[in-house]
C-alpha cells in the first residue's frame, strides 16, 4: 500500500520560504504523476502542483503560480516543493500524493506569521 512521508514545514514570515519534501514507498515512484494538496484550517482539501513522471511536465494552481516549485528524485521516491515569497493565505497542512490517489499521510505544517 502506497505511504508517504511529508517533512520540511515550519513557521515562517510572510515573503520567506520552505521546503517540503513526501518520500513515497509501497509503490512504483517513477511510473506515477505525484501531486501535492494543502488544507487551511476550516477548509477543504486543495490542489496546489502536480508533476509528471519524469518531472518535465508540471503544473500549478493559479493561487501559487510563480511562487511555488514542485521536483521529484526518481532514484529517492521523493518528490519536493519550494515554496517562496510565501503569503498568510498559504497557511495549511500539506499533503502529497500519487495523481491517481491513495491513503493519505500525516502532512506537514506550514504557518506564515509575523
Known amino acids: 500500500q502506497a505511504q508517504f512521508v511529508e517533512s520540511g514545514g515550519g513557521l515562517v514570515q510572510p515573503g520567506g520560504s520552505l521546503r517540503l519534501s513526501c518520500v513515497a514507498s509501497?509503490?512504483?515512484?517513477?511510473?506515477?504523476?505525484m501531486r501535492w494538496y494543502r488544507q487551511a484550517p476550516g477548509k477543504e482539501r486543495e490542489w496546489v502542483a502536480s508533476?509528471?513522471?519524469?518531472?518535465?511536465?508540471?503544473t500549478y494552481a493559479d493561487s501559487v503560480k510563480g511562487r511555488f516549485t514542485i521536483s521529484r528524485d526518481n532514484a529517492k521516491s521523493t518528490v519536493y516543493l519550494q515554496l517562496d515569497n510565501l503569503k498568510r493565505d498559504d497557511t495549511a497542512l500539506y499533503f502529497c500524493?500519487?495523481?491517481?490517489?491513495?491513503?493519505w499521510g500525516q502532512g506537514t505544517q506550514v504557518t506564515v506569521s509575523s
Open positions: 508533476i509528471g513522471l519524469t518531472g518535465s511536465s508540471t
Open positions: 509501497g509503490f512504483t515512484f517513477s511510473s506515477n504523476a
Open positions: 500524493n500519487k495523481a491517481t490517489g491513495g491513503a
